[in-house]
Nanobody, 124 residues
Framework: VQLQASGGGLVQPGNSLRLSCVAS????????MGWFRQAPGKEREFVAG????????YYSDSVNGRFTASRDNAKDTVYLQMDSLEPEDTAVYYC??????????????????WGQGTKLTVSS
C-alpha cells in the first residue's frame, strides 16, 4: 500500500492542525493505521493508532487528550487532528499501515508501509 501524508506546516502554540494520509494500492480497510513522529536528533516515536474499522484508537501519553485519530475507509484516508499544540510537538509526522488482524502496534517495526512524512513546526 502506498501512503501520502499531508497537512503539516507552521503553527503557533495552542493552535490546531489536521494531518491527512491517503492510501492507495491495496484495500485500506484491511490495515490498522498508525501515526509516528520524529524530532531532530530523536528516534521515531508512536503518536496514535487506529484499528482498521476505526472502532478503537490508541495514543501516547504525550498526546492523549490533545490528538485524535480517525479514518474514512470510503476515502482511504486516515486523519490526525492535533489540538493545543506545543513546541514539543515539532517533528516530522509519518503515517504507517500495519496488519489489521493484529493489535495496534506502538513500535515502528509493527508497520510495513510508511508515508513520506509531513513536517510540523510549532513556534511563536
Amino acid at each position: 500500500v502506498q501512503l501520502q501524508a499531508s497537512g503539516g506546516g507552521l503553527v503557533q502554540p495552542g493552535n490546531s492542525l489536521r494531518l491527512s494520509c491517503v492510501a492507495s494500492g491495496r484495500t485500506f480497510s484491511n490495515y490498522n493505521m498508525g501515526w509516528f513522529r520524529q524530532a531532530p536528533g530523536k528516534e521515531r516515536e508512536f503518536v496514535a493508532g487506529i484499528t482498521r474499522s476505526g472502532g478503537r484508537t490508541y495514543y501516547s501519553d504525550s498526546v492523549n487528550g490533545r490528538f485524535t485519530a480517525s479514518r474514512d475507509n470510503a476515502k482511504d484516508t486516515v486523519y490526525l487532528q492535533m489540538d493545543s499544540l506545543e513546541p514539543e510537538d515539532t517533528a516530522v509526522y509519518y503515517c504507517a499501515a500495519g496488519p489489521g488482524y493484529l493489535n495496534i502496534g506502538v513500535e515502528p517495526g509493527n508497520y510495513g508501509y510508511w508515508g513520506q512524512g509531513t513536517k510540523l513546526t510549532v513556534s511563536s
